[in-house]
């Protein structure tokens, strides 16, 4: 069995997950579903990035320890994630015992190597980034230079620090990245070229003062020091495999790794992750898959803009799980930003959900039930429309195998237009025996609610115990290969919604 290791950022539980950490999350659910139907053996990791000043900041302002908020936080993300019926196999969260060992051994090793120095640093830098900024990086304002992200005045810092050499790693990273198809989009891979190629590559920080931040692993020969909170992020995707004490475990599931990132951490994911990957002596991931960014007027979702939409909202809108998901997937994009528009989402859910797939579910089943009492046995089905299914089943599979879940999605609900309109063409209610038309129009379900599986996954296995059949996997070709239909009732899915603005 191929195994699947799939990834989401660690999240920083500053605050509850919104709708933009739900995009990602959903994204890396319904590939590890599709992956899980199709036979692999899927590894699909998410968890919270919990350490560092910001939470420490968080914690002391509502007067708890940073433990104990980032315990109430990994408890909420957890049942944020449970309500979008999110199915990961192993939530990981930066403070877990496992990982702070993998985290320091991992220091010493490449410490060992003489990868990692200590130096002075002077610079400007940002709290809220916990970040310092270079002179090509930092805008200035009034003459004095600000953070590009925060737009507040950069603290002047002098500072003794551990530093990474990340620039040894320079033509290894042209290399890798101009060689390997690792990122995806390859865009991506270009942009990242292209800065190393004009900025080149510096040493970084990878370590903070206890004084100034004290909510971190600390580095293990030096107290007064705790480890960089992304250098500390990064390695979860070591620890959560039992890197330190299951080699055979981390092999199996590294090989076939695949980071899904939003591309505002494009940079860390390449340049700085693969150079530590390679100062472990470990391979780069297969694969690091970019999408862009959900946006909500004009900006990328998030606290401190105050233009984010709860997730809350969108499942009491919708009514299910499988809605909020599909609406989701289906404005999905890795180039562009999505605008997230409740208007254009509920004329996705009308007309895809409700109007398509659902309708057809209750008619067919309505009919089954009345001309045969929902016993349907195998008929030849008509080649076109033999074709056309194994048309869309093909592309469909293409489309998942290079994460295009938008297209997956559509080709789904096509499935589902060809048995409306071939319901329509044949009339089946007005003929006396329409056993062919009915199991015709039931092979159609039946492939769009195994297409749709990934993302609307309560749906689908409701439509299958109604009719008679199982969510089996599709990549083995599934048309005309059952031999009976049990149409037990008639769903109703997707009720149709009103727009509310
Ligand atoms: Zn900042």
Same mark, same amino acid.
């Given at each position: ?211 100034? /931040? &004290?909510?971190? =692993?600390?580095?293990?020969? +030096? ?5 960089? !909170?992304?250098?500390? $992020?990064? @390695? ?35 340049? /700085? &992750?693969?150079? =530590?990957?390679?100062?472990? +002596? ?5 694969? !690091?898959?970019?999408? $862009?960014? @959900? ?57 895809? @959900? ?148």
């Amino acid at each position: 069995m191929d195994t699947f290791y799939i990834t989401t950022p660690i999240y920083y539980p500053n605050a509850p997950p919104h709708i933009g950490h739900a995009y990602t999350t959903i994204f890396a659910d319904v590939l590890a579903r599709y992956k899980r139907l199709t036979g692999n053996n899927v590894l699909f990791l998410t968890g919270n990035d919990e350490h560092g000043l910001k939470i420490q900041k968080v914690a002391e302002k509502q007067g708890k320890t940073p433990k104990e908020f980032t315990d109430e936080m990994a408890e909420l993300f957890k049942k944020y994630w449970l309500s979008l019926d999110i199915n990961y196999d192993h939530f990981i969260r930066t403070t877990d015992d496992y990982h702070e060992r993998t985290v320091k051994e991992a220091f010493n090793y490449i410490y060992k190597k003489g990868l990692i120095y200590k130096a002075k640093y002077a610079g400007f830098y940002c709290v809220e980034c916990e970040k310092y900024y270079s002179p090509e990086e930092y805008v200035e304002v009034d003459g004095k230079p600000h953070c590009p992200l925060h737009n507040k005045p950069l603290e002047y810092m002098e500072e003794e620090t551990y530093y990474f050499k990340l620039s040894e790693f320079e033509k290894y990273l042209l290399d890798v990245l101009s060689n390997k198809d690792i990122v995806y989009p390859r865009s991506y891979a270009d942009e990242v070229l292209s800065k190393i190629n004009k900025e080149g590559l510096r040493d970084i920080s990878i370590a903070r003062p206890v004084e100034r /931040v &004290w909510w971190g =692993i600390p580095v293990p020969f +030096d107290e007064k020091y705790v480890i960089y !909170v992304w250098f500390d $992020a990064l @390695l979860n995707y070591l620890s959560a495999l039992d890197y330190l004490n299951n080699r055979d475990k981390f092999n199996k599931y590294w090989s076939n790794a695949h980071h899904v990132i939003g591309k505002d951490i494009l940079w860390f994911h390449t340049v /700085v &992750w693969f150079s =530590i990957l390679r100062a472990l +002596d470990i391979d780069p991931p297969r694969k !690091v898959i970019v999408h $862009a960014f @959900l946006t909500s007027k004009g900006a990328k979702m998030s606290k401190s803009v105050g233009n984010v939409v709860p997730i809350e909202e969108l499942l009491s809108r919708y009514g299910s799980p499988d809605a909020v998901r599909y609406v989701l997937m289906r404005i999905f994009n890795m180039d562009k930003d999505s605008e997230f528009d409740f208007e254009l989402l509920d004329n996705i859910y009308n007309s895809e @959900l409700a109007d398509t797939y659902g309708n057809l579910v209750r008619r067919a089943g309505v009919l089954a039930q009345k001309k045969t009492d929902g016993k349907i046995y195998r008929r030849n089905i008509d080649s076109k429309i033999r074709d056309e299914l194994e048309n869309k089943l093909k592309s469909y599979i293409d489309a998942m195998e290079n994460y295009e879940v938008s297209k997956a999605a559509s080709i789904a609900i096509d499935t589902a237009r060809l048995g409306n309109q071939y319901l329509n063409d044949t009339k089946p209610w007005e003929k006396k025996d329409p056993s062919k038309e009915l199991y015709t129009v039931l092979e159609t379900i039946r492939l769009a609610t195994i297409l749709l599986y990934p993302f609307t996954p309560r749906a689908s296995d409701l439509v299958a115990k109604a009719f008679g059949f199982t969510i089996e996997n599709p990549s083995k070709g599934v048309v005309e290969s059952i031999e009976r239909y049990n149409v037990l009732s008639a769903p109703i899915l997707f009720k149709k919604i009103m727009s509310k603005k």
